[in-house]
């Protein structure tokens, strides 16, 4: 089966989703407070839903590099490759950034629907929901974790 195939099998699984998000939430957690992760399942779609954040800037920035390393196109070849960057961790200063671009608006675009039956928009008036430079080094930084293991997510569902 074709490697674009595969992802989007991946990403329309309700057990993968489900499976990944804990995967990415853990990554997360053991960058910054190991005691913060504690599993879930499809019954806290929220948790789901905010914790696959990492796997779809991921993909996004593969997309996104490989196109502007290529010419106008995406192939499956390029696409893996700098998945595989990604996943190792091997990117220039300006792949990173563009990385962390992702990984940022794949975030701030679930926020306004976190909370929403108890605090209606409330998590977009946070200071953290902000435009990506004025972000401090550390807040643009930690998500780097969660698109490198998206994108080792990823690179597993290839495999098959």
Sequence with gaps: ???FERISLLFQSTEEAVRA??????????ATNPEYHKPFGAD???????NLA???????AANLLALLNGH????????EAVL?????????????????????LAWRSGQPFRDITSKPLGRITREVNAQFNTLPVDEQDKDLVQVIT???????????
């Design 150 to 160: 998206g994108a080792r997510l990823i690179l597993k569902a290839i495999e098959g």
């Design 21 to 30: 998000a804990n995967v990415l939430d853990k990554a997360y957690a053991d």
């Design 44 to 50: 806290n779609p929220q948790m789901v839903a905010m």
């Design 72 to 79: 106008g196109t995406v192939s499956e070849e390029a696409y």
């Design 54 to 60: 990492g796997l779809y800037a991921a993909d996004t």
């Design 1 to 3: 089966m074709p490697c």
């Design 84 to 104: 595989l960057r990604i996943a190792e961790n091997q990117l220039s200063v300006v792949e990173k950034y563009v990385v962390k671009n992702c990984a940022n």
